[in-house]
Structures are given as structure tokens and as C-alpha cells.
């Protein structure tokens, strides 16, 4: 998959010399495409609809960040959803979009990408001697490996309609993005949203998709991850019990798993996260976009 994913790259980095110059974003082009973001900026940890409009085209990719972004069409636009990992630098970043016409001509449009601060909070974590290991840098990278390697794999399709719901809501003890010290020693960023929760409790889908990790992890312990299509996973962890299988499709609202208190955990609850483009995102932010479109399939 890294193999396939960095010869990718390479093809549409090489597009991009040799295509003509640099066009401001949303700056109309005569008989070519425009660019645009639904917002000012875009923030760290966050996500974002990008849209191409202009007539005959036939495909949009775009490069943001060493990633590459395929654009889905959406009536008379073609849209991606565009991601900013939560340690990106906070200044105007470029976005490189190559868009290739049913007669064959392709064009490059660069345009700057404002990234704004997250303002993610610290705090600190002191876990039993039992769990001492988890704290170990190998774990985590090997860990760290395994969810990137997966959740930068792009499904043409669309799997969600009505948008995403936060699964099983209540009381939050867990914020995104919060850089936490554990036991003194060691720093490790925050995935996702963690709700308390009584153990056994029934974890339900955010939204249509597909299963494409069910069982046991080191850090996340009992863990489900969800292909939802157009790049965006959601991911549940911490579970006593997982209910479902790779493979399965479920729906919204659809049982997946037993809250719990498995892996690098201190008591019961659902850790949730989000990832959107292969970076893990704001997951109450993400809810913000609303997403209500139809399904394609």
C-alpha cells in the first residue's frame, strides 16, 4: 500500500512541474476550473470541503501536506474533504490540484490553504505499573503504523447519508488533540474523544459503513474501526467487546461493541475517533460539518 501510495505521489508531483503556473484560489480562469474552501482556514486537527467547479471534467486530485486527496462528484461541483494533522504549521499552506478534462487537457491550479492554531490542551496521566509497557515508544509507533497504514486508503464510494451522530453521548473526560504526559516521562497526542460510560454498555456506529478492523489492539484494547467512504473513518476503542466482524456493513445507530476499560485505559469508558484523508481529527468538530448528503451507493 506504501509502495503504491508514494508511486502515486510521485506521477502527480511530476504533473505538476510541468503544468502551467499558479492560479489564487477561487480566481476564475477563462474556459478552466476554480478552487475554493468552505470556510476561511482550515484548523489544525480539523477538517474542511474543498470543491472544484468548471465544465467537462472528468477528474480532480489534489496534493496537501505529502498527502494525496481524490475529489468525489457532487452535483456540478467535484468535492473532497480536506485535512490538517494536528501539528501542522500554522501559516497559509499550498495545495497543489491537477484537474484532467473529458477531452483530455489536464491544468494545475495552486492555491494556499490557511491553517489556524487548534488550541489543544495538556494535561497529565498516571497509569498503574500493569500498564507501564503500553507506555513503551515501540508500542506506539508499531501502533501508530498499523491505524495510518489503513485509514490513508481512499473508497471511491460514499457509504453515509444524514450525516454522523456521536455515538452513545454523555459525560466527556477526554478531549481531542490534548497532549498528555504519562507518568512524568512520556508525550503521546490525543486520537479522539473519550466519554465515561459503565462497562457493558451497547456502543453504537456514527454513521454507514463499512467494518474493516474488529479485535484487540495494545494501546486501544478491544477496538472497531469503520470505513465510511471518501477517505473518513470513525474508530471506537477501549471496548470489553467487539459485535461485529471485517467486512460486515452496518448502518447508523447499529450495536458494534461493548463499552469497556481494555488497552492503555484507567477506567471505563469509549474512546471515538475520527480520521479524515489519513490524519486523525477533531472528532465534535468534524460533527460541525453536518455531511448530510445523499449516499452514492
Request: hydrophobic share 40%; glycine share 12%; proline share 6%.
Given at each position: 500500500?506504501?509502495?503504491r501510495?508514494?508511486a ?5 508531483a ?5 503544468m ?9 480562469r ?10 476561511q ?23 496537501f ?9 457532487d ?5 473532497t474533504l480536506l485535512?490538517?494533522?494536528v501539528?501542522t ?7 497543489q ?7 483530455g487537457r489536464?491544468e ?9 492554531w ?5 494535561g497529565?496521566v498516571?497509569?498503574?505499573?500493569a500498564?507501564y509497557s ?8 508499531a501502533e ?7 485509514i ?5 464510494e460514499?457509504?453515509w447519508?444524514g450525516g454522523?451522530?456521536q ?6 473526560v477526554?478531549?481531542?488533540g490534548?497532549?498528555?504526559?504519562y507518568n512524568?516521562?512520556y508525550?503521546?497526542?490525543?486520537t479522539?474523544l473519550d466519554?465515561?460510560m ?9 454513521a454507514n ?8 489492539l495494545?494501546?486501544?484494547g478491544?477496538y472497531?474501526l ?12 477501549h ?14 445507530g ?12 484507567t ?5 471515538w ?16 460539518l453536518?455531511?448530510?448528503l445523499?449516499p452514492?451507493?
Amino acid at each position: 500500500m506504501k509502495h503504491r501510495l508514494m508511486a502515486a505521489l510521485v506521477g502527480l508531483a511530476a504533473a505538476l512541474i510541468v503544468m502551467s503556473p499558479a492560479l489564487a484560489q477561487g480566481e476564475p480562469r477563462t474556459g478552466g476550473a476554480t478552487v475554493s474552501l468552505a470556510g476561511q482556514w482550515l484548523r489544525q486537527g480539523q477538517a474542511g470541503f474543498v470543491s472544484v467547479r468548471g465544465e467537462g471534467i472528468a477528474d480532480v486530485r489534489a496534493l496537501f501536506q505529502g498527502r494525496l486527496y481524490y475529489f468525489y462528484p457532487d452535483g456540478s461541483r467535484y468535492v473532497t474533504l480536506l485535512s490538517a494533522a494536528v501539528d501542522t504549521e500554522v501559516k497559509d499552506q499550498p495545495l497543489q490540484v491537477i484537474v484532467r478534462y473529458t477531452d483530455g487537457r489536464t491544468e494545475q491550479i495552486e492555491t494556499m490553504i490557511p491553517i489556524n492554531w487548534g488550541n489543544y490542551a495538556r494535561g497529565a496521566v498516571m497509569l498503574p505499573a500493569a500498564l507501564y509497557s503500553l507506555l513503551d515508544p515501540e508500542v506506539n509507533r508499531a501502533e501508530d503504523a498499523k491505524m495510518a497504514n489503513i485509514i490513508s486508503r481512499f473508497t471511491p464510494e460514499r457509504y453515509w447519508a444524514g450525516g454522523f451522530v456521536q455515538p452513545n453521548p454523555g459525560e466527556i473526560v477526554g478531549y481531542f488533540g490534548a497532549t498528555r504526559l504519562y507518568n512524568e516521562s512520556y508525550w503521546y497526542t490525543h486520537t479522539g474523544l473519550d466519554t465515561s460510560m459503565p462497562e457493558g454498555t451497547p456502543v453504537t456506529a456514527a454513521a454507514n459503513g463499512r467494518v474493516i478492523l474488529a479485535g484487540a489492539l495494545p494501546i486501544r484494547g478491544g477496538y472497531v474501526l469503520i470505513d465510511h467512504g471518501w477517505g473518513v473513518y470513525s474508530g471506537y476503542a477501549h471496548l470489553s467487546q467487539w459485535l461485529v466482524v471485517p467486512g460486515q456493513w452496518v448502518r447508523q445507530g447499529d450495536v458494534i461493541g461493548l463499552s469497556g476499560n481494555t488497552g492503555r485505559s484507567t477506567g471505563p469508558h469509549l474512546h471515538w475517533e475520527m480520521a479524515v484523508g489519513g490524519v486523525w481529527v477533531d472528532p465534535q468538530a468534524f460533527l460541525e460539518l453536518g455531511l448530510t448528503l445523499e449516499p452514492t451507493t
